[in-house]
């Protein structure tokens, strides 16, 4: 059964550019959750989506967006890029909102800023 | 203040030591989980918890809902168990306070087992 998907693995941008990330959720599974990871802030809540539906979102400023399509996958986007967006940008699928039955994590999009 | 509390930061053990590490949080929560997290970035969630023991092979974690604690126990360490270990709690709904209900994640510990 394959596990949560993330592209790419690695991006560099520059300072103003946006930026969309991708995860495909395992088959089945109708929450997508993401979060960033940085050194100085460790791991942080951005949104959850459920349904196509934006369910949860974490205390970042509006550049940061998602969305989910029919089909579960989900991509976020982040505009005007600082470079304190650089981070790992992690996803996870649950089969039901909230993670009622768990959390299966992707391996991350790598962003660097400069 | 960060809502989750994890200790120790940074723990170095000798291969077949028995190891704690512990949670605490200071919200109403409706489920806890434990996660690993080993270089280059990759998560795996380890156990979720809302109340009581559960356990997997070397791998035990308790929670205390009153105390607002939880441990995560590894019986025979073994250096391939080096990783990051990270505590994260479901916040109630509508206790929240900054408005998010997702995850809370404590800063991790890091655990090095040497053989």
């Known amino acids: 059964k394959a596990g949560v998907t993330q592209t790419p693995r690695y991006l560099i941008k520059t300072r103003g550019q946006q930026v969309t990330l991708s995860c495909s959720p395992i088959s089945g599974h109708r929450s997508v959750s993401w979060y960033q990871q940085t050194p100085g802030q460790g791991l942080q809540f951005l949104f959850e989506?459920?349904?196509?539906?934006?369910?949860n979102k974490g205390n970042f400023p509006g550049r940061f967006s998602g969305r989910q399509f029919s089909n579960s996958r989900s991509e976020m986007n982040v505009s005007t890029l600082e470079l304190g967006d650089s981070a790992l940008y992690l996803c996870?699928?649950?089969?039901?909102?909230?993670?009622?039955?768990?959390?299966?994590f992707g391996s991350g999009t790598r962003l660097t800023v400069v | 203040k960060n809502e989750v509390e994890q200790s120790p930061q940074n723990l170095t053990a000798q291969e077949g030591e028995f190891i704690t590490i512990n949670c605490s949080y200071s919200?109403?929560?409706?489920?806890l989980h434990w996660l690993q997290q080993h270089p280059g970035g990759g998560i795996v969630s380890l156990f979720m918890?809302?109340?009581g023991k559960k356990k997997h092979g070397r791998l035990i974690a308790t929670i205390n809902i009153q105390e607002k604690h939880s441990s995560l126990h590894i019986t025979a360490s073994h250096p391939r168990d080096s990783a990051v270990y990270i505590c994260a709690v479901r916040v109630q709904l509508g206790r929240s306070g900054g408005g998010a209900d997702g995850l809370t994640f404590g800063k991790g510990t890091h655990l090095i087992i040497q053989p």
């Open positions: 918890l809302s109340s």
């Open positions: 996870a699928s649950s089969l039901a909102r909230q993670g009622d039955y768990g959390y299966t």
């Open positions: 989506y459920f349904s196509e539906t934006q369910r």
């Open positions: 919200v109403g929560i409706s489920a």
